[in-house]
């Protein structure tokens, strides 16, 4: 209550004493304006102003009310860079100013993930850094919307800024620049560690039916009775977590480290439901914007349904935050986690979660990325695949090429007869592939309630997957495949892409 007080003070000055119109921190040089589409710009200024802002060849005015202005500039070609000019009380050029494609990437690490944190997968990348036509603009951390934003803006992908664009970002929007021959621009707004809820309004996780994880937050937030008592326990707590970090990194044994400081729950908490919504999204409202690559779940991911009713919500929010209800939205099924452990289901049930959500979404679509994980390492370093797979979403679906399997294939019917066992998939385009014959993490669940492996092979057209199930397994009653926290893939698509993990219960 206090600290909203505050702002909503601060604002009000703000729009009585406004200083002269300029754009909103999103926009820079360097910028990529969306093609074919009228663009949003927007900004702030002093009460009343009258402004225009020029650029290629369109001149479009507008008065500041409430120390806010807003304007549409008509749908445009493609253009490398020009010069984007506000006139008001003072006058503002940025420079390079790029029209192409825009996508907004968001979620937590594996969104965040940075090209340097990837060696060797980026080391020849990074050494040859120079496209001009691939921009990022990498929206600063900000747990609190009461902080200051440091100084921020687009890179154009050279040797100087490549290190910090993320990477599976980057990799689809070289594909597309490649393929499309236009400049792409990738609205990086996500934050490590955080899950879901943290990117969503009150209303939205109250309409996914966990009004119950609000109120648990709101408990949580009135456990400081001042603002100044919450600043003083997160000052211990950084101080203690500093302390904690050195013994760590000296090599203190586990049993003489104790237990990892714990963060205190308040408004600087970036766990927090609405938090970043509210820090780290509005900023970037309503920046036009081609679709979303979402890469996001790990913190949400001991709790698949929870999640399989949030993600929809959080889709239908970002929707309607853009005014764009047919926006395209794709979804990166998380790969591997930090467990060593990776015969139990753990993740499985996650994936699907989070394939079913995008096949039940109008204009969604799903990429697979446990191929590519890494056993007990939650951010795979192998990013390039993920991002072109991303990309060959977005060629097939938004823009109309011919790229053969748009996306991973899953099965969608089991049928058992005379000893043999017969499933058939979805999305094919091609044959499927067998890359390892023995198929270790195919499985059926037997008459008594066990699970037996078995291997299959392709049937005559190689599009179906025939498994000659033993005797000894009686009648099955579940088939599934690579249904584990972690494993290795064996099915394929004959021009590449992985079968998702799949769990199917038989036609009787």
């Known amino acids: ?78 253009n490398p860079g ?47 850094a120079d496209e001009p036509g691939v921009r990022q603009l990498k929206i600063p951390l900000r747990p609190y919307a009461g902080d200051p934003f440091p100084a921020f803006g687009w ?22 620049h490649q393929k499309l021959g236009v400049p792409v621009g990738i609205v990086n707004c996500s934050f490590g560690g955080v899950p879901i809820e943290s990117w969503m309004s009150r209303e939205a996780i109250t309409h996914a039916g966990l009004k119950a994880t609000l109120d648990t937050h709101d408990q949580k937030m009135a456990s400081f009775p001042t603002a100044e008592a919450y600043e003083a326990a997160v000052k211990e707590f950084q101080t203690a977590q500093k ?13 003489e480290l104790g237990p990892q400081p714990q963060e205190p729950y308040g408004y600087r908490y970036k766990r927090r439901p609405t938090g970043l919504r509210d820090s780290m999204l509005r900023e970037i409202i309503p920046y036009t914007a081609r679709g979303v690559l979402w890469y996001q779940g790990e913190n949400n991911s001991d709790k698949p349904a929870e999640y399989a ?26 790969a591997s986690s930090n467990s060593k452990q990776p015969e139990i289901e753990g993740w499985a049930t996650f994936r699907e979660a989070q394939r079913v959500v995008a096949t039940t979404t109008p204009h969604a679509g799903w990429v697979v990325t446990l191929d590519y994980g890494e056993l ?45 066992l017969t499933i058939t998939f979805d999305e094919l385009r091609s044959a499927l592939e067998i ?20 291997t299959g092979k392709l049937g005559a057209d190689g599009r179906t997957l025939e498994v000659a199930v033993p005797p000894s397994a009686g009648a099955p009653k579940v088939v599934r495949y690579a249904w584990r926290q972690f494993c290795a ?8 892409l992985p079968v998702t993990p799949w769990k199917l219960v038989l036609i009787p």
């Open 489 to 496: 893939l064996s099915l394929y698509t004959a021009d590449g």
């Open 243 to 255: 302390a904690w970090d050195e013994r760590k990194k000296a090599g203190t044994p586990e049993a």
């Open 1 to 78: 209550m206090i600290k909203t007080f505050f702002l909503n003070f601060i604002f009000a000055i703000g729009i009585l004493t406004g200083s002269a119109a300029e754009f909103a921190p999103v926009f820079t040089s360097g910028a990529v304006l969306q093609r074919e589409m009228p663009v949003t710009l927007w900004g702030k200024g002093r009460e009343g102003e009258k402004l225009t802002v020029e650029f290629l060849g369109q001149s479009v005015s507008t008065t500041v009310k409430e120390g806010r202005w807003r304007l549409e500039l008509a749908a445009m070609p493609a």
């Open 155 to 176: 890179k154009r992908f050279d040797k100087a800024s490549a290190p910090f664009f993320s990477a599976v970002a980057y990799y689809f929007a070289a594909q597309l």
């Open 82 to 128: 020009a010069p984007l000019v506000l006139r008001g009380d003072q006058e503002i050029t940025l420079t390079d100013v790029a029209v192409g494609e825009v996508w907004i990437g968001g979620g937590q690490s594996n969104m965040e993930y940075r090209l340097n944190q990837c060696s060797p997968h980026t080391d020849t990348v990074l050494a040859t």
């Open 435 to 454: 890359r390892d014959p023995a198929m270790p993490t195919l499985e059926v669940e037997t008459g008594t309630g066990t699970w037996q492996a078995v």
């Open 309 to 334: 009713a949030l993600l929809p919500q959080l889709i239908a929010e970002w929707r309607k935050d853009w005014a764009r209800p047919d926006w395209p939205f794709f979804i990166a099924q998380i």
């Open 376 to 420: 007990g390492q939650v951010h795979p370093t192998q990013k390039q695949p993920i991002g072109e797979r991303y990309a060959r979403l977005a060629l097939a679906r938004v823009y109309g090429q011919e790229v053969g399997t748009v996306q991973s294939p899953c099965a969608v019917k089991a049928k058992f007869v005379a000893g043999i």
